[in-house]
């Protein structure tokens, strides 16, 4: 008796093969571009953080003959970026751009809230020696994410007055 494969047992096997393939291939890419929204969704919130500990850190910033106020970051609505800025006072108050964050392809901002207001632009600030938040005046702020073309898979993250950042 030989021990090796027939041809009709390596077509069935492959036949398999390929049929699990071709279950597997499609959802890969509609994965692919939930986890780039999953994954700017954090690094949003994780970007709000940081400014947030560089402004409670005191992190010097170069403001020339001003004073250094604080750090905040900048949204603007239908855009695939955000920006951190720094805020120098003296009399008037002046940002000044520090970086430019962008977001993972197909990923957009797709809606900015101040309290229930739906705004086009955003801009979120903290001073030393407080966490709080400078949300001008308004209780909270909540950017929305989206997939391009797909508004059905949004996600949130928010900020409130207090300093609280959470992702819904």
Do not use: W
């Amino acid at each position: 008796m030989s021990k090796a494969f027939t041809v009709i047992e390596l077509i069935v096997v492959v036949g398999i093969i390929l049929m699990i393939t071709g279950l597997i291939l499609p959802n890969y890419k509609s994965n692919d571009k939930q986890l780039a929204l999953e994954r700017s969704i954090h690094k949003t919130a994780q970007d709000l953080r940081r400014v947030q500990g560089m402004a409670i850190s005191a992190k010097e910033y170069d403001c020339g003959s001003q004073k250094l106020k604080g750090y905040g970051i900048g949204f603007l609505d239908d855009a695939d970026y955000y920006s951190v800025v720094a805020r120098c006072v003296n009399g008037d108050v002046n940002d000044n751009f520090i970086e430019r964050i962008d977001l993972e392809n197909n990923i957009k901002i797709e809606e900015l809230k101040k309290g229930d207001t739906v705004v086009n632009g955003a801009y979120i600030f903290f001073y030393p020696p407080d966490p709080e938040a400078d949300m001008g005046g308004e209780s909270k702020v909540s950017i929305t994410l989206a997939i391009e073309g797909n508004l059905s898979q949004i996600r949130t993250v928010e900020i409130n007055k207090i300093g609280v950042i959470s992702i819904k």
